[in-house]
């Protein structure tokens, strides 16, 4: 099937309430533009120059996610357009985003991302760290982000009862996070976990953003 019938049918098994960040990291601009065409507004990117390209090519109303690790050096590439930073995984990164938010006159939306997955290459928060970064002064001076809610990456694994209990776990972390320091705020609302191998799972986990990538462009060649 082409890029046009995969998105198609992703759309006729997702639910309302759940939006597909179209990950089109590599992808080319009239590939990107086919997706486009169909009504998608949300891709996902995971460099901030490469982001910032396709940005300046690419129609204006695009809501642009970054999702990969962000070095603090690259915000500036994309603070003035990005509509969320998926991926905050320290204080130090977040400062440096309402840094170049406020030169920029906007506020970016941004997910805490959390680690739940057995393997140690991947980035994120645990519990404590995030409780500090919430917790401190220097967060709750910054006029200039959102924090929206939480993203995770599940271990790369055929084991899906291990998955789940990975996705379980990111949703009793926002759950957490909400009733302790979000209570009040109804903008707190996203949990962006699953991906094209396991999005069906995270979905039944409450996830409401997913980020597919392979299953709408087809394997990377």
Same mark, same amino acid.
């Given at each position: 099937?082409? #890029?046009?019938?995969?998105?198609?049918?992703?759309? %006729?098994? #997702?639910?309302?309430?759940?939006?597909?960040?179209?990950?089109?990291? %590599? *992808? %080319?601009?009239?590939?990107?533009?086919?997706? !486009?065409?169909?009504?998608?507004?949300?891709?996902?990117?995971?460099?901030?120059?490469? =982001?910032? =390209? *396709?940005?300046?090519?690419?129609?204006?109303?695009? $809501?642009?996610?970054?999702?990969?690790?962000?070095?603090?050096? +690259?915000? @500036?590439?994309?603070?003035?357009?990005?509509?969320?930073?998926?991926?905050?995984? &320290?204080?130090?990164?977040?400062? $440096?985003?309402?840094? $170049?938010?406020? *030169?920029?006159?906007? %506020?970016?939306?941004?997910?805490? /991302?959390?680690?739940?997955? @057995?393997?140690?290459?991947?980035?994120?928060?645990?519990?404590?760290?995030?409780?500090?970064?919430?917790? &401190?002064? $220097? !967060?709750?001076? =910054?006029?200039?982000?959102?924090?929206?809610?939480?993203?995770?990456?599940?271990?790369?694994?055929?084991?899906?009862?291990?998955?789940?209990?990975?996705?379980?776990?990111?949703?009793?972390?926002?759950? !957490?996070? *909400?009733? +302790?320091?979000?209570?009040?705020?109804?903008?707190?609302?996203?949990? &962006? =976990?699953?991906?094209?191998?396991? !999005?069906?799972?995270?979905?039944?986990?409450? &996830?409401?953003?997913?980020?597919?990538?392979?299953?709408?462009?087809?394997?990377? /060649?």
């Amino acid at each position: 099937m082409g #890029i046009i019938e995969n998105l198609a049918r992703l759309q %006729t098994e #997702i639910p309302q309430g759940v939006r597909i960040v179209v990950v089109s990291k %590599t *992808k %080319t601009i009239p590939e990107i533009m086919e997706v !486009y065409n169909t009504g998608q507004r949300i891709f996902g990117e995971n460099k901030a120059q490469e =982001m910032e =390209m *396709k940005h300046g090519l690419l129609p204006g109303d695009i $809501e642009w996610h970054f999702i990969g690790h962000l070095q603090g050096n +690259k915000v @500036r590439m994309i603070a003035p357009f990005v509509s969320m930073i998926q991926s905050i995984d &320290s204080l130090k990164l977040l400062s $440096e985003i309402n840094k $170049e938010a406020i *030169k920029a006159g906007r %506020t970016i939306r941004c997910l805490l /991302q959390f680690h739940i997955a @057995r393997e140690e290459t991947k980035f994120g928060l645990d519990l404590d760290e995030a409780g500090r970064l919430l917790g &401190s002064d $220097e !967060y709750k001076l =910054m006029n200039n982000i959102r924090i929206a809610g939480v993203m995770g990456m599940a271990t790369f694994s055929e084991d899906e009862d291990l998955v789940r209990s990975e996705f379980r776990e990111l949703g009793n972390i926002f759950q !957490y996070v *909400k009733r +302790k320091f979000f209570a009040n705020d109804p903008g707190f609302a996203e949990i &962006s =976990m699953g991906m094209s191998g396991d !999005y069906r799972i995270a979905i039944e986990e409450g &996830s409401t953003l997913v980020r597919i990538g392979t299953a709408v462009f087809g394997p990377r /060649q």
